[in-house]
């Protein structure tokens, strides 16, 4: 479904694709996914979602680590089909395939918040070429967020995050549903036309003409 929304819309020329999600208890699914790829504790990743009390993050700590003990022997093996198969939810699936779609059909994506950040480290981690698509748009205030920004700047070479692997935006947002990343296209566009219409040093002395004498 996914591969299929980004084939649809690459074939009429679109060119950055926003990724987010409506869901209720993904953030628990993605703290899953997070916690099995990545090998963070759960207590470090998950946070209060839509706001749950503090009784209410370590019910979903401990749901998280049931979910890590069941599929045990795919975490273990440590292939990420296998544990978005075990962990990710319908609407995760999705936005894995419509980025590694887009990736190789040559369209960015703005990669929105939380659950869209967990897609995007599974789709890294099927297809590393991926990385070279994704914008992460929002800094979301779940705790896990780090942990997924700081994966996906793994292998970077330096062990610092590249600027666009950093997430534009710091607003507190929760929602996910796109509004952080639609935030971000009209930064998108703004660089767009920098690096292709703004004139060069050369080019702004040239248009001077020759200083005096």
Request: glycine residues 14%.
């Amino acid at each position: 479904a996914g591969r299929g929304v980004a084939c649809q819309h690459s074939s009429k020329g679109c060119k950055l694709l926003v990724l987010g999600e409506v869901g209720i208890g993904n953030t628990t699914s993605a703290a899953s996914l997070i916690c099995a790829i990545t090998g963070a504790d759960p207590s470090d990743v998950c946070g209060p979602g839509t706001g749950l009390d503090a009784q209410g993050v370590q019910r979903k700590v401990e749901i998280v680590r049931r979910a890590l003990k069941t599929h045990s022997k795919c975490v273990k093996e440590g292939l990420a089909m296998g544990i978005l198969a075990a962990m990710g939810g319908a609407e995760i699936s999705c936005m894995v395939g419509a980025m590694c779609e887009a990736r190789k059909r040559g369209v960015a994506v703005l990669v929105d918040g939380y659950i869209a950040s967990a897609a995007a480290l599974v789709a890294v981690r099927l297809d590393d070429t991926c990385s070279d698509a994704l914008l992460l748009a929002t800094k979301s205030s779940e705790p896990g967020h780090v942990v997924v920004i700081n994966a996906l700047c793994q292998g970077q070479g330096n062990g610092s995050c590249p600027p666009l692997k950093k997430p534009a935006l710091d607003m507190g947002l929760r929602l996910g549903e796109g509004t952080g990343g639609v935030l971000c296209v009209p930064i998108a566009r703004a660089a767009c036309s920098m690096l292709g219409g703004m004139a060069s040093l050369d080019e702004c002395l040239a248009m001077m003409g020759p200083g005096p004498e």
